[in-house]
């Protein structure tokens, strides 16, 4: 009886285990965590705007002090909370364990979301979600109202005014329409001009108020020194109101690089607690 013989198969060598890790971006979890993000950040303006609307007490400085600085850190609190909201899923989806491409996936989120908010309240688009994400622009063009002097709209409306006050006659309409134009030529003239201007608009006061040219002259004179002092008290104003603007301008400037910073840093611990998460989970199974 024959006996069968098995030879045995040569050992396999077992080699080293190497493990590699995608590296790569997921756009797909990119554009998720920005439209978590943006919704995030839309439903807390929607709050704000909410609590805002409901403590609104209608006086002339509503915007001014407390109520800016109320809705500027709202505007910042809900970027940092849609950051890190957005980095954290993106972080999360993307299904990487590294530690460097989940935060990058966060940035890469808030990038995207920043240039999408950027795009929507710069275009037609914003018309349709101005009152959810306006609240840092509302704050800073209510801080310029409220600020600004008032300025002077006209600074011949109170000189013509006087003029007309009290010219009568024979046609008395066209007698303040003359003594107005000619008063008017005066303080608007070149200083080459101003004296023969001058002897008109002492005529025209004069025959138009029956009184003599000695008595009209003073008057003229003190209309010219009024239309100087509006004249100056406007560019006075002027510079004042751009001032201001440029205060706040730049005060809102630096508020939204200190925000997009905060909502940069919040994506990037939003990705990475994302794949701290992810770690956790594959240890425990």
Same mark, same amino acid.
């Given at each position: ?39 995030? $950040? ?106 600004? &002097? ?5 600074? #011949?409306?109170?000189?013509?005014? $006087? ?10 309409? +066209? ?36 009184? &003599? ?7 003229? =004179? ?14 006075? $104003?002027? =510079? ?17 690089? #200190?925000?997009?910073?905060?909502? +940069? ?21």
């Amino acid at each position: 009886m024959s006996e069968t013989v098995h030879t045995p198969s040569p050992a396999t060598t077992a080699g080293p285990t190497v493990l590699v890790a995608a590296t790569g971006i997921s756009w797909a979890a990119v554009f998720a965590g920005a439209a978590l993000a943006l919704t995030v $950040q839309l439903l807390l303006h929607l709050l704000g705007v909410g609590i805002g609307a409901a403590a609104f007490a209608p006086r002339g400085d509503v915007y001014a002090g407390p109520g800016a600085i109320a809705s500027g850190l709202w505007f910042a609190f809900s970027g940092v909370i849609a950051g890190f909201a957005g980095g954290y899923v993106a972080s999360r989806l993307s299904g990487r364990t590294g530690t460097t491409t989940g935060v990058y996936h966060g940035l890469t989120c808030w990038a995207v979301t920043t240039l999408v908010v950027v795009y929507l309240l710069t275009t037609s688009a914003g018309a349709l979600i101005g009152g959810a994400l306006g609240g840092l622009s509302s704050a800073v063009g209510g801080r310029i109202a409220a600020s600004a &002097p008032t300025m002077v709209a006209d600074p #011949f409306a109170e000189i013509e005014h $006087q003029i007309r006050d009290g010219i009568g006659g024979n046609d008395p309409a +066209a007698m303040r329409d003359a003594t107005v134009a000619a008063v008017r030529t005066l303080v608007t003239s070149e200083e080459m001009e101003t004296e023969h201007a001058r002897a008109r608009a002492v005529d025209a006061l004069a025959r138009a108020r029956s009184i &003599p040219v000695t008595e009209a002259r003073p008057r003229v =004179e003190a209309y010219e020194r009024a239309y100087r002092s509006a004249i100056e008290t406007g560019r006075k $104003q002027g =510079e004042e109101l751009a001032a201001a603007t440029a205060a706040v301008v730049s005060t809102a400037a630096f508020f939204g690089f #200190f925000s997009l910073v905060l909502g +940069a840093v919040a994506a990037w611990l939003g990705g990475w607690y994302g794949v701290r998460r992810v770690e956790i989970l594959s240890e425990l199974s």
